[in-house]
C-alpha cells in the first residue's frame, strides 16, 4: 500500500538540526528497501504562493502562506509498504520527524485505475 509521508520540518530554534548526511543516509536506506516510489524536497518558504478562488470564481494569489506556525512543509516521501505499521516505522526514522518536526502519514487513496 502506498502512503505519504509529508515532512513539516520544524523551525530553527537554535537547538541542534538534521545534516545534509542525515537526509542522504534516510534516502539511501529508503531506496535500497526497495519501498521509494517518489519524493522531493521543497524550496523555502519565502519562494511559495497561495491561491484562493471565492464563490464568485475570482482569484486571490498571495505571497506565503505565512500562518503563524512553528512548522514548515519541507518535503514529501511516497513509499510502498505493506501495512501502516511499516510505514509509521519509516516515518519514525525519517530526519524530519526529530528535533521538533513531524512527519504526517497518510495512505495513498486507491480508485481502482
Do not use: H
Not at 13 to 39: H, L, N
Request: glycine share 16%; aromatic share 8%.
Amino acid at each position: 500500500m502506498k502512503y505519504l509521508l509529508l515532512i513539516n520540518a520544524g523551525t530553527d530554534d537554535g537547538g541542534p538540526q538534521c545534516g545534509v548526511e542525515d537526509w542522504m543516509t534516510y534516502d539511501k536506506e529508503v531506496r535500497e528497501a526497495g519501498i521509494f516510489v517518489s519524493g522531493e524536497s521543497l524550496a523555502d518558504l519565502v519562494t511559495a504562493t497561495t491561491v484562493r478562488v471565492g464563490r464568485d470564481g475570482g482569484r486571490l494569489v498571495t505571497d506565503g502562506p505565512f500562518a503563524e506556525s512553528r512548522e514548515v512543509l519541507g518535503g514529501f516521501y511516497v513509499i510502498d509498504v505493506p501495512d501502516l505499521d511499516a510505514a509509521l516505522d519509516w516515518a519514525a526514522r525519517c530526519p524530519g520527524a526529530r528535533e521538533g518536526g513531524a512527519v504526517v502519514v497518510r495512505p495513498v487513496a486507491d480508485f481502482g485505475g
